[in-house]
Nanobody, 119 residues
Framework: VQLQASGGGLVQPGGSLRLSCVAS????????MGWYRQAPEKQRELVASIPSGGSTNYADSVKGRFTISRDNAKNTVYLQMNNLKPEDTAVYYC??????????????WGQGTLVTVSS
């Protein structure tokens, strides 16, 4: 079982990026999925999360600029990031709470993808 994140890169302030994260392996179902980020010398923080059903949740710093969504058929979560700011620069990690076919329920982390916002 693994989470594979992609979509990071270098973008100018005001620009956009779309991150993707695919869960693969012996998965029965997926509960909450989310994105976290960690800037240099800072703690990892929650950016956005989306449950299997129900409303999404965002950090105040990204409300109105970022949108989280998921495609359950593809076991994929997305993060559309618009109007990016230099303070959004960080390594972004996806996280998912998975129900495995063995019945085990646990959280998994993706490998991280770097987002750099700079002119």
């Amino acid at each position: 079982v693994q989470l594979q994140a992609s979509g990071g890169g270098l973008v100018q302030p005001g620009g956009s990026l779309r991150l993707s994260c695919v869960a693969s392996g012996s998965i029965f179902s997926i509960n909450v999925m989310g994105w976290y980020r960690q800037a240099p010398e800072k703690q990892r923080e929650l950016v956005a999360s989306i449950p299997s059903g129900g409303s999404t949740n965002y950090a105040d710093s990204v409300k109105g600029r970022f949108t989280i969504s998921r495609d359950n058929a593809k076991n994929t979560v997305y993060l559309q990031m618009n109007n990016l700011k230099p303070e959004d620069t960080a390594v972004y990690y996806c996280n998912a709470n998975l129900v495995l076919r063995t019945g085990v329920i646990r959280g998994y982390w993706g490998q991280g993808t770097l987002v750099t916002v700079s002119s």
